[in-house]
């Protein structure tokens, strides 16, 4: 069986801190884990939950992955953006243009996210978060939609976007050209290998469309670190 997206991890300096304020941004609820990781929930069982994972090490460069939140209204939008600046959230200059509808912010660790204007067809339908909008190769969007087995619902001029069969969030791919690696992305992807399914055999299947083993391979706490064809860092939990 194939892996499943569990959740969009954020290398967190204050953990518990950063949860609070994507909770209060976004409405989402905590849940209970261990001690040295912190996950908010969504509010369908099916998408994917954030998880907050300590790390000391410095934010280096814009990130490679961000959030674009959706609005239902220019009201909507004001009252996310107003909302995420009382919890800590800040404005910052990435280029973007005076006449561009979206915000751009930062959240208390600063990493950045945007809240598009209402209206955005391509975003349509997709929930708050409604999408991952990543730095990428369109070899790693593919890379994605066979890992995923979640379908193509954009695939123009070498920019990607997939998007689970079930709907909701968004994951898109920019194309050429893709910034240079800093060091280890703040945000990184983590799968789930269903209880049932053979985990080598899984392990297999990702490496046989393009993933590598990464360095630290096999961490204390049961997750295998691997390499998307872009080396992006992603995890994989499951059954041992």
Same mark, same amino acid.
């Given at each position: 069986?194939?892996?499943?997206?569990?959740?969009?991890?954020?290398?967190?300096?204050?953990?518990?801190?950063?949860?609070?304020?994507?909770?209060?941004?976004?409405?989402?609820?905590?849940?209970?884990?261990?001690?040295?990781?912190?996950?908010?929930?969504?509010?369908?069982?099916?998408?994917?939950?954030?998880?907050?994972?300590?790390?000391?090490?410095?934010?280096?460069?814009?990130?490679?992955?961000?959030?674009?939140?959706?609005?239902?209204?220019?009201? !909507? %939008?004001?009252?996310?953006? *107003?909302?995420?600046?009382?919890? +800590? #959230?800040?404005? &910052?200059?990435? $280029?973007?243009? /005076?006449?561009?509808?979206?915000?751009?912010?930062?959240?208390?660790?600063?990493?950045?996210?945007?809240?598009?204007?209402?209206?955005?067809?391509?975003?349509?339908?997709?929930?708050?978060?409604?999408?991952?909008?990543?730095?990428?190769?369109?070899?790693?969007?593919?890379?994605?939609?066979?890992?995923?087995?979640?379908?193509?619902?954009? !695939? %123009?001029?070498?920019?990607? *976007?997939?998007?689970?069969?079930? +709907? #909701?969030?968004? &994951?898109?791919? $920019?194309?050429? /050209?893709?910034?240079?690696?800093?060091?280890?992305?703040?945000?990184?992807?983590?799968?789930?290998?269903?209880?049932?399914?053979?985990?080598?055999?899984?392990?297999?299947?990702?490496?046989?469309?393009?993933?590598?083993?990464?360095?630290?391979?096999?961490?204390?706490?049961?997750?295998?670190?691997?390499?998307?064809?872009?080396?992006?860092?992603?995890?994989?939990?499951?059954?041992?």
């Amino acid at each position: 069986m194939t892996s499943r997206l569990f959740a969009i991890c954020f290398n967190a300096t204050r953990p518990s801190g950063l949860a609070r304020f994507w909770s209060g941004v976004l409405g989402w609820e905590p849940a209970d884990g261990p001690d040295d990781e912190v996950a908010i929930l969504p509010p369908d069982p099916a998408g994917f939950r954030i998880l907050f994972l300590p790390s000391r090490e410095p934010k280096t460069g814009q990130n490679r992955a961000h959030f674009d939140l959706t609005s239902t209204s220019p009201e !909507d %939008q004001r009252r996310t953006v *107003a909302r995420a600046l009382e919890l +800590g #959230g800040q404005h &910052i200059d990435v $280029g973007q243009l /005076p006449e561009e509808g979206h915000v751009v912010l930062a959240d208390p660790d600063g990493n950045e996210f945007c809240v598009i204007e209402a209206g955005n067809n391509f975003l349509a339908d997709t929930g708050t978060i409604g999408a991952l909008a990543c730095d990428g190769t369109q070899q790693v969007g593919y890379f994605w939609s066979e890992a995923l087995r979640w379908p193509l619902v954009w !695939d %123009q001029d070498q920019e990607t *976007a997939i998007q689970s069969p079930n +709907g #909701g969030t968004k &994951i898109t791919w $920019g194309g050429p /050209p893709v910034a240079p690696k800093t060091g280890p992305n703040r945000l990184h992807f983590e799968l789930a290998i269903p209880a049932d399914a053979d985990r080598a055999a899984e392990i297999d299947r990702l490496i046989s469309l393009g993933a590598k083993r990464a360095d630290a391979g096999e961490t204390g706490d049961g997750r295998l670190l691997l390499l998307d064809p872009d080396g992006n860092e992603f995890s994989v939990r499951g059954p041992r």
